[in-house]
């Protein structure tokens, strides 16, 4: 499976983005997803998770402003994030919420700054 993610950008603290990543390949569907980021210099962290039935679970600083989606039809996941602040600036990932992960993609670059 390859998996591209996409929709980053420069955006100033408040404003919304929405980032999707497709995955190639099969058994998208029956496997929970999730959202990934990792700032300058700090480690790899879970943002947001969706089940295969849809069921969603975040990490307490996205609660209420990030929201994460899927489509199976088009082997996409999405998160919309709403309310951005700088310290959401980071590259966001998504993979499997389980092992064995998935090859990593390039990642998408989201940085908030006025």
């Known amino acids: 499976v390859q998996l591209v993610e996409s929709g980053g950008g420069l955006v100033q603290p408040g404003g919304s983005l929405r980032l999707s990543c497709a995955a190639s390949?099969?058994?998208?569907?029956?496997?929970?997803m999730a959202w990934y980021r990792q700032a300058p210099g700090k480690q790899r962290e879970l943002v947001a998770r969706?089940?295969?039935?849809?069921?969603?679970s975040y990490v307490d600083s996205v609660k209420g402003r990030f929201t994460i989606s899927r489509d199976n039809a088009k082997n996409t996941v999405y998160l919309q994030m709403n309310s951005l602040k700088p310290e959401d600036t980071a590259v966001y990932y998504c993979n499997r919420l389980i092992s064995p992960m998935w090859p990593w993609g390039q990642g998408t670059l989201v940085t908030v700054s006025s």
């Open positions: 390949g099969s058994g998208f569907s029956i496997v929970s």
């Open positions: 969706i089940g295969s039935a849809g069921i969603t």
